[in-house]
């Protein structure tokens, strides 16, 4: 019984590492096992304050997200309604395509929220410049829409950059 209470008294209390004798921090999440009550208030302080800022930073990865879904969606129904006044195969094509790819990217933004983001970002700037290319009254039709979209998806890219460096 007696090794017991040694091992635990050399165990962080919060991730269980071996604690090298005579430390006052745990050598693998910081916390400070041997410290005073002020330095433990701060660890957990701290703590919180990280949860909160990926908890934050996990909503707007969502809104993001969600966005890719929506952009999936709308290119798909102005697709079919395209296709029907134009009675254009490929307009029709392009934008399954296009929904696919958004759709994919937000599955995929679970996973690698950055990468599909930034590749969905990327996406849309790429056919609005098309777009523009083709029709130049396209710039200023949906101006506001087009805004809103990049700047969610600008946010979910921040917020999985922010992530990925902690």
Same mark, same amino acid.
């Given at each position: ?7 635990? @008294? ?27 009550? =002020? ?7 701290? =703590? ?11 909503? =707007? ?20 309604? @395209? ?19 958004? +759709? ?13 983001? +930034? ?5 849309? +700037? ?41």
């Amino acid at each position: 019984m007696e090794e017991d209470t040694v091992i635990k @008294l050399l165990e962080c209390s919060i991730c269980k590492t071996i604690l090298s004798s005579g430390s006052v921090y745990c050598s693998n999440c910081g916390f400070p096992e041997n410290g005073t009550e =002020k330095e433990v208030a701060i660890f957990h302080a701290k =703590k919180v304050m990280e949860n909160r800022k990926i908890k934050d930073a996990d909503d =707007k990865i969502k809104s993001a997200r969600n966005t890719l879904y929506v952009m999936s969606g709308i290119s798909l129904v102005f697709g079919v309604i @395209l296709f029907f006044t134009m009675d254009d195969v490929s307009i029709l094509i392009t934008n399954i395509v296009l929904s696919i790819i958004y +759709l994919v990217l937000a599955f995929w933004s679970s996973q690698k929220p950055l990468m599909a983001l +930034l590749l969905g970002l990327l996406l849309y +700037l790429t056919t609005i410049i098309i777009s523009a290319v083709v029709d130049p009254t396209t710039i200023i039709k949906g101006f506001l829409w087009k805004i809103l979209i990049i700047a969610y998806l600008g946010k979910g890219i921040y917020s999985a950059s922010a992530i990925r460096k902690q």
